[in-house]
Each structure stands twice: as C-alpha cells, then as structure tokens.
C-alpha cells in the first residue's frame, strides 16, 4: 500500500518548509519512522519520517525547495505497486496545496470505492460520508477477505463531503489521546499525528513523552528536593478572575498596548556566587557552572516558591503552573530562540549547567526540536556576557515576565559603612501588571536576592 | 467434562427444567413426534407424554398466544418456533401480549415463558429464511433476549431463561446446533444480563453474541499469531446488555469492534456503540467499528451470500483498522 511522504508541519507556526538534504535515494527500501530528509522550518532544521514500509520509489521535491506544508514530496510504496496515478496527484496538488488534510487522509488508505464500500462502517452511521478518495491507483488489495467481497453498490454519499477540517487545520486528536497528553503535560500542537488525516493517537503520545524522556537527563535529576515543590497534581491551576483584576487589567491595557509592562531593577552581589563558581571549578570541568547557570537556578527556585509569577496570561484567567520550565533565550546567527530547561527547579545546578550549555549548542546548530523551545513557564534573557551592564527584556507572552542579567562588574559598594569593591550584577524583571502587581514582583526580586547572595541554597 | 453438541445441551436444560418443575411444558410444531425439526427435543415425548410435549398445527400467532393465556393461569410454556423467521406470523403476541402483560395489568400477570427457536442465517435459505432477529426483539421493553454462542451458556442460560418470570426470546445460533463445546453435568445456571469474556487481549475489544462469537473466537486466534491479542466479550443476553463488562474491556484496550449477524442499521452493535460512547468516551483512541451483514437480503446465490455475511477476514480487517495498521 502506497505511502504519500507530505511536507508535515514540524513547528507550531509552521507553513511552509525548505527541504534541506535528501537522506534517501529513489529504490532505497524504506522502514516507517526513518529519517528521510532534513527539512528547514520557520525554526529549526528538522528531521522528515517515513509513515510506512516500502521503497522510496519517487522524490518529487528537489534539495533546495519549499513547500507548503501539505505537499506531496515523495511516495513510498511496494516495489511492484503502480503509484502513477499518486504521481499525477502530487502534480495536480503541489501547486494549490491548500487543503493539507486532503493528501494526509488517504495516507495509507488506498482503497477503492468497491472496496470502502465493503468495509465496515464506523460508529454505528450508515455508510458515514466517506470523503470522496482519489481516483483508484492499482494498490494491492485491501485486508484479507476484502478480495472475495463482491462490488457491493456503493452507498449513496449523504451530504457533499465536508473538510474535515477547517481553514485553520484544527488538529484532530482521538479522546484518549487527548486525556493521555492533559495527564502527561504534553502540549498537542507540537505532537505530530499518525493517523488517518494526521490524527494524533495514543502511540504518538507515547512516542511524545519518550522523546521528552529523552531529552538530556541528569542523572541527578531524579532526586528532586521535595520540600519547594507547592503541587504536583497537575501542571497548573486557573485561577479565575476577580473583578478587580479585571478592571486592573483593562485599564492598564488601555493604556499602555497590548502588554502593560512595568520595570523592576535589582542589583545582586555576587561575591558569594562568584566564590561557589570557583569552588565549583576546582572540582572539575563536569561541574563547571556560569554565571547565568546560578540565576538559572536561582529563578527556577524562586518561581516555584512564588507561583504568582510562574504565570501565564490567559485572556480570561490567570495560568498558575505547578512545573517551572525556564526559558533561556539564545542568540542565533538568525536572531533569537529560547530552549527550554523543564522541572529546572528540581534539578540539580551542575545539571542545569549542562543541559544549558547542550541546549544553546542545539539552538545554534538549528537543531532544536519544537518539544525542546515551546513550554517554558518564564524566561531569562542575559547578555552579561556581551558586557551590557543593564538592560530591559520584552515578555514573550502569555508568559507574564522576563528576567533580563546584566553583567557582573566590580563596583565600588559600601558595606558596613565603609566603601569597598565588590561583585555585582543587576537584573532588571519586565512584569505583565495585569498578572504581577509590583510587590509581588518586588517579593519574587527579594527571593531572588537571597538564593543568589547566598548560593548554598541552591545546593541544599 | 463431557463433551456435547449445542443441540444436546438445550435438550438436557429442557428435560431437567421438566423434571425439575411440572408447570414447565413444551408445544410448538413437530416438537413431540417428529422429535423437533432440528431434534432439540429428541425423546422428550416419550419421557414425558403428550400433556407436557405438545404438538401444534402451523398457527404461530395461535400457539403463541395459547402459551401466553397458559402463563396466565400459571404453567410455565416453552413456545417453540421453527424458526423465528415463522415467528414473525406470531409478532403480535410476542410483542404486544407478552412483552407488556405484565405492566398493562399492573403486575397481575407475570409471564414466565420463553419463546426459543433457530435464528439466524443458516446456507443457502435466501432471503426469509435467514436472518438474524435479534436487535427487533431487544427493542421491546417488556421481553429479555438471549443468545448463546456455545453448548455451556446454551444450557445454562436456557435454565435462567425457563425459571425467570419474565418473558424471555431465547434466540439459538441456527448454524450452531452442531456445534460441539464442553459442557457441565448437571444442574447450573448463568445469569441472565451477564456478558462472558471469552478470551483475553490488551489491543483490541471485539464485542459480539450468539453464531458470531465463534467468528469472534477464529479472529482473535488468527491475530494471535500475528502476535495480537484480543479480549472477545460475549454478550451471551443482548436485553439487557452487560455494558459494564464492555466497558470494562474497551477501558483496557481502548478499541472495540462490534461484531454481529444482523444488519446495520438499529442493530445490536448500534447500540453497543452507544454504550461505549457514553461510558468510555475518553479512553478510546479510534472510532469504534462494526462488522455485520450486508445491507441487503439474503441473497441465494452461494457466493454472494457468503459476501453479505460477516466473516471473520471482515472482522480481521476491522480490528487492524481500529489498530491503525491497515
């Protein structure tokens, strides 16, 4: 049975992509879930999978083309199998490609309308408005038994077919899928599906949560400190909105754009962070940790003790989340991406340094996966390192503030009523008002302060 | 455990029903000296004479309504159909006089009868003589409808259905009177309204009941070998249906086929359906699909008639559809 290879949306935001390298040649014997090309996104560079067995036995993109997401690039299919009328698809549908569920839905599904019309129904309807398929190709027959099935008069079609999706292409998703994805934090946009018409099934959930287990894991991780942790039932909680903070809200919107920001600056010593670095480093360069790695650290922690700013703005509610995924944005040589450090408050901070340092690695190679840049609950920004003393951060929203690091610089300071010189580095948060009300803002500064002036709370 | 056909299963229910309760009496056509058209009651009559083991004329509509008026007055008839394709000449009694007798005479008349006989298709009938009746009787609140698949629940359940006080539609798998299936000795009974898992998988459900469980049986060992494992829930009664033994199973696998010999439309696999819906809407990952007879008459014709049953290449083909492997 034929197996279209369509240019699939690999990113959330995904339209169109470019198809980097071909992996594979025409004749080469295919196995479902191998790599078949690299494909540029609007992100990253990713990788394109086979959805069924055969042979590659026609690419019909070529290395440097973008196509809308939809389109046919390849058909995969047995060695004896007639695919020309697959071919004459591809062509007919490449120009307009504006319906992507059209080639997705008959993925795997080449039978002919004697044979759909022998099949059994679904759920309980009369003959339910199979959507027209595509001209019978020569496939090989259907199931077994299907064969002696004789043509059976085609069920009248009730209706016009619809689209079985709108212009927007909502994803389609089975129930349990569903259930499975709200019960393990899998955000559904970003799973791919491999049903009928893309559908997301329970396997690719499990395949989603695999690759998020897989993802660079300290070993350490496992032994999560207990005691910040507010709620895990849950990755979040909606909290409703009062009256006032509706009024807050639409007022400072009126009056200050889309997101009414204000600016809350502090300056951290970091004479004791600076110590714990060194001591850090003499054990060793796997336990080397940056500057930015101890705010990492530092602002996971404080955001699970202070959910009020592990938010998000929902437009009707406020987003609380019970998991701190801190967002750490990177500079590209495209211009910014931000990888994602999930649970950063449960691990440790010599973990935290290398799944910083791999994740930027990725993000500068192009290689980040969707799963690896979308889900972070806040975000930092540091440019310390290009020795930007201060500076304010734009919120990425819904996420309802941005911690923007300046550099550490030695400054003249005075302790104790006298003037010495000591370590210091600002930081500046840009708070949504209508989620963080400047105190509590200042309050999360404070527990920031006190993990970063004394960094051996982060190691407890 | 002996081994006995299906045929002689219900026969030994019914003799240790008549030897059990007196009020208990079988009438229908050739039921007493021609032994029962499908020997179900060979030799009753001579254990137990002419007052217990009735000859009829071809009159459906008026046996069927003397067993009614009997159950009336206290006995407890087996009304036998040749087939329930005859049935249909006595409709009216089941429907309207059994099935309601006892709520339109505010609970004065229970009715503890059974109405059993053939159902079903059997090979090369043509278009009256073979079909599956099932879901028209499951309709009728009032009556309970039951169907064995092997000789075991044949027997046990044709003993609830002769000692239950309701009117019971006992429906007997034409094509399964032969069939062979050990079977307890003795006295022993299953509960009306119970479904049976009859094997165990995790990947898929396959529901069915009656002829078709067999066909449920031959699937799940064919897609064993392709190392697919199938739960087969035999629904044993289709009124009342034991939706939480489906539910059970489909919360486990998270697919269901339903399997049936009726058509499509209003069948018992509809309904299943929308018990599965209702009670297990989250836990499924593919539209649930049914396997059922054509949407035709029987048709003569050897061949086109085994294209218009259910078989199990069809039921094969559903299960890998809901599996997302065809």
């Keep these: 049975m034929a197996t279209k290879v369509v240019m699939e949306a690999l990113s959330p935001t995904m339209e169109e992509g470019r198809l980097v390298k071909w992996l594979k040649n025409e004749g080469d014997a295919i196995k479902s ?17 086979a959805r069924g067995d055969g042979v590659l036995r026609k690419r019909l993109a070529n290395e440097g083309d973008a196509s809308p997401v939809g389109t046919i690039l ?31 839905e008959s993925q795997g599904e080449a039978s ?47 209706a016009p077919a619809q689209p079985r999706s709108g212009g927007n292409g909502r994803q389609r998703t089975s129930p349990l899928a569903r259930r499975l994805a709200s019960d393990r934090g899998i955000e559904l946009s970003l799973v791919r599906g491999s049903g ?9 959930i499990e395949s989603a949560v695999a690759s998020a287990a897989a993802r660079p894991k300290p070993a350490a991780a496992a032994a999560a400190p207990a005691k910040r942790i507010i709620s895990r039932e849950g990755d979040f909680q909606d909290v409703p909105l009062t009256q006032i903070r509706k009024t807050i809200a639409r007022r400072l919107s009126e009056s200050l754009g889309p997101i009414p920001t204000f600016y809350l600056t502090a300056e951290f010593d970091m004479v004791r962070a600076s110590e714990m670095r060194a001591a850090f480093k003499e054990l060793g360069e796997e336990f080397k940790v940056s500057f930015n790695d101890i705010v990492l650290k530092a602002v996971a922690n404080a955001l699970a003790d202070h959910p009020e700013v592990n938010a998000h703005w929902m437009g009707d509610r406020i987003r609380h989340f019970n998991r701190v995924h801190v967002a750490m944005a990177v500079a590209v040589e495209e211009g910014l991406i931000t990888p994602v450090i999930f649970d950063a408050d449960r691990k440790s901070l010599p973990d935290i340094s290398r799944e910083a340092r791999h994740l930027a690695e990725l993000a500068r190679n192009r290689k980040l996966t969707p799963e690896q840049y979308t889900g972070s609950t806040f975000s930092v920004s540091n440019l310390g390192m290009l020795d930007i003393e201060h500076f304010t951060a734009i919120i990425n929203p819904p996420e309802s503030a941005i911690l923007a690091v300046g550099a550490v610089e030695d400054k003249p300071v005075v302790v104790d009523g006298t003037i010495s010189v000591r370590q210091r580095m600002r930081v500046t948060m840009s708070c949504d008002h209508r989620v963080i009300d400047g105190a509590t803002g200042a309050r999360f500064l404070q527990a920031l302060r006190r993990l970063i002036e004394n960094p051996l709370l982060l190691v407890l | ?25 079988l009438m229908g056509e050739e039921v007493a000296q021609y032994n029962g058209a499908y020997k179900v009651s060979k030799g009753l009559l001579d254990e137990f004479g002419p007052m217990r083991i009735v000859d009829t004329p071809i009159t459906e509509l008026g046996f069927a309504g003397v067993g009614i008026g009997s159950a009336m007055v206290g006995l407890r008839p087996i009304i036998e159909f040749m087939t329930w394709n005859f049935a249909l000449l006595a409709i009216d009694q089941v429907v309207n006089a059994a099935a309601k007798m006892l709520y339109m005479s505010g609970g004065q008349f229970p009715m503890p009868m059974v109405f059993r006989g053939p159902n079903g298709s059997a090979l090369q009938l043509s278009a009256q003589h073979s079909q599956a009746w099932e879901s028209w009787l499951a309709h009728i609140p ?7 698949g092997t000789p075991a629940d044949a027997k046990g359940l044709l003993k609830s259905a002769i000692r239950d006080d309701n009117p019971v539609v006992f429906l007997e798998g034409e094509m399964l009177y032969n069939t062979k299936g050990e079977v307890p000795q003795g006295d022993y009974t299953i509960p009306l309204g119970k479904a049976d898992l009859k094997r165990e998988g995790d990947a898929c459900t396959i529901v069915a009941h009656g002829k078709m469980v067999l066909v449920a049986l031959q699937v799940a060992d064919a897609l064993a070998k392709e190392g697919i494992a199938v739960d087969v829930v035999d629904l044993r009664t289709v009124r009342p249906i034991d939706i939480e033994a489906i539910a059970t199973s489909v919360r486990k696998t998270n697919r269901a086929v339903v399997l049936e010999e009726g058509w499509e439309i209003c069948g018992v696999g509809a309904q299943v359906v929308d018990f599965i819906q209702r009670e297990c809407f989250d836990d499924l990952d593919s539209p649930v699909l049914r396997v059922h007879q054509e949407d035709v008459p029987m048709p003569y014709a050897k061949n086109l008639e085994r294209a218009a049953k259910p078989d199990a290449p069809k039921a094969i083909a559903a299960v890998k559809k809901v599996m997302y492997l065809a």
Excluded at chain 1, 39 to 46: H, L, P, Q, R, S
Excluded at chain 1, 117 to 125: I, K, L
Excluded at chain 1, 196 to 204: E, L, M
Excluded at chain 2, 142 to 148: A, D, E, Q, S
């Design chain 1, 196 to 204: 009928p018409g893309g559908r997301i099934i329970k396997r690719d």
């Design chain 2, 142 to 148: 009032g009556l309970k409808v039951v169907t064995p």
């Design chain 2, 1 to 25: 455990m002996p081994v006995l056909t299906y045929r002689d299963a219900l026969r030994e229910a019914l003799r240790e029903e008549l030897i059990r309760d007196d009020r208990v009496f």
């Design chain 1, 74 to 104: 390849a058909v995969i299919a047995p060695a004896e199998e007639n695919i020309d009328a697959l071919i004459a698809e591809a062509g007919a549908a490449a120009p307009a490609a504006a319906a992507p569920a059209a080639p997705a």
């Design chain 1, 112 to 158: 002919t309308p004697q044979q759909e019309a022998s099949q059994p129904s679904e759920g309980g309807g009369a003959a339910v408005a199979a959507p027209p398929k595509p001209p019978p190709s020569a496939s090989g027959g259907d199931q077994a038994g299907a064969a002696q099935t004789p043509p059976a008069p085609s069920p009248p079609s009730p």
């Design chain 1, 33 to 49: 879930g191998e790599v078949l090309a690299e494909v540029e996104t609007d992100k990253a560079i990713m990788e394109l999978v």
